[in-house]
């Protein structure tokens, strides 16, 4: 059987006069829109029209959820006790299921942004804020995260479907954690060398680290995010190089 994989972007991230990245050609490659709900970019008119563009293009539509951190665009720690995270999330899924729904489709899946997305690797209680908003929206949504983390392992005790997420365009610790965007190199803007890495990961199941070393990792969604630099160019060569390798891809439902 051939490998599948998802491909994802995080997109819909603009604010009012402001855009951040090119979103329209984006949906035009990628298999599934992470979009933004509200709180660390997106506002209303942003989301109603990459849903009704995603609907367009059969592109899936998952909320992509996080802090409140409009200022820092949720890339920001913010010590909120999980009971009032968990709302938080929830209202920002509900926010992005009517804009779906008047598209004509819905939300078909959660993932996590930026500090959210790095603080529930490890971190019980905002872990389990996500686990909880999505049990609570739908638990027959798929969550993304990355494998072995502690979102991961709160899920699967959840019973929820949990989808293992890799990233094409960022740099990996030995650990198999995301490096800090604070230090040199954390961004993979050669579009080449992230294809080719993307095919590794889907085919082989391995990556190579920071320092050298060789990291196990799991891809059934794979993600590009909209404000790389080359962020298109990254995508579509990713796209054609799966493609090639005999990948199926497919849009999380």
């Known amino acids: ?67 409140r951190d409009l200022h820092g665009f949720g890339r920001r720690y913010i010590a909120v006790p999980g009971p009032e995270l968990r709302d938080d999330l929830l209202y920002q899924m509900g926010a992005l299921e009517v804009f779906a729904r008047l598209a004509g489709g819905k939300v078909d899946y959660v993932r996590a942004h930026g500090a959210l997305w790095n603080v529930a690797t490890k971190n019980t209680e905002h872990a389990q804020a996500l686990v909880d908003a999505t049990l609570e ?23 929820l479907r949990m989808v293992a997420e890799a990233f094409v365009d960022r740099a990996y610790t030995p650990e198999g954690l995301l490096q800090s965007r604070s230090e040199p190199n954390a961004l993979l803007t050669d579009a080449d ?15 190579t680290a920071n ?43």
């Not at 891809?219 to 990713?238: E, F, N, S, Y």
């Open 211 to 253: 320092d050298g070393s060789e990291v196990k990792v799991t891809a059934d969604a794979l993600l590009v995010h909209c404000d790389t630099p080359g962020a298109v160019d990254i995508a579509r060569k990713t796209r054609a190089a799966l493609e090639a390798a005999g990948v199926e891809l497919y849009p999380i439902r």
């Open 137 to 159: 929206f739908n638990r027959d949504l798929p969550l993304l995260a990355a494998v072995d983390t502690e979102v991961w392992r709160l899920g699967t005790d959840a019973g």
């Open 1 to 67: 059987m051939a490998p599948r994989v998802a491909l994802t972007t995080d997109i819909g991230e603009g604010l009012g006069r402001w855009s951040l990245g090119d979103d329209d050609a984006l949906l035009e490659i990628v298999t599934s829109a992470n979009i933004a709900c509200g709180f660390h970019g997106g506002d209303p008119g942003i989301m109603r029209r990459t849903c009704a563009i995603s609907v367009k293009n059969n592109v899936a539509i998952g909320a992509q959820v996080s802090y």
């Open 193 to 207: 060398a992230a294809a080719a890495r993307a095919v590794q990961m889907v085919t082989e199941g391995h990556l």
